[in-house]
């Protein structure tokens, strides 16, 4: 496959299939030029499903974040995971309160990858499997990875800020958060990774320790808090799915992650 062919199919797994080929060979179009006509894919055209989570890539008043957008304080509880490698920390997320739900969703994906995405908590679909990402927003997720060269089974890990359903699918409560927080800090440790990319709003505020909108976040490299590591912010794929539209701002976010990792050795992202 030639590589505009292939570009072209990266992109169409996205949803962004708006492209032309300029004299020349340059691509022009929804990449190129970030046009907003999207095509909606068949997965898109599928009846809407309950909302996992509302408002999870966009903008809200920054007086009305759900939780109050900041790292909590030091959760009262003084576990050490300092000693725990993957699996005594999967044990340990599994001995704790689950909270109401079916069991943890501690990460999946390759534990010495580069880059590890974060996002809110699990929906319904995952407290069922155990696994994160596994619903429609996952799958939009897969294929947005797919863009870039990525794949949880090759060279991104996936996990959450919470690691338990919260119920009804509401916003994580800043209480929630905290008690997951050490288990996320353990795996950055264990994982040292290049890169962390935060998806949606929740993840972005609470890794960033700030209250600022995402899309003011999003489209550049934050330093993470009291870590020399990077943090890319980017729509979370519910909001995407709901909005796809901004498909055309999420590929500029993914290409930042492929130039940063390199994925796309070909791509002139
Ligand atoms: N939304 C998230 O933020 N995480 C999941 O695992 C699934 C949906």
Known sequence: MNEISDRARRLAALGLTDWR??????????????VKTTVVTAHDDAPPEPIEHDLLGADVPETNTGTDGHVPPAAEDTSDLSGLDWDGLADWLAGQDHRGATQPVFGIGAREADVLIVGEAPGANEDEKGVPFVGRAGQLLD??????????ETNVYITNICKFRPPDNRDPTAAEIAADWPVLERQIDLMQPRLVVAVGRIAAQTLLNCKTP???????????????LDVLVTYHPAYLLRSPDQKHKAWADLKIIARRIGSLASEAA
């Open 214 to 228: 995402l899309g003011k976040l999003r489209g550049r490299l934050h330093q993470y808090p009291q870590r020399d």
């Open 21 to 34: 080929i300029r004299p020349g060979g340059a691509l022009e179009g929804a990449e190129a030029s970030a």
């Open 143 to 152: 294929r947005m990875l797919f863009a870039i060269g990525c794949s949880r």
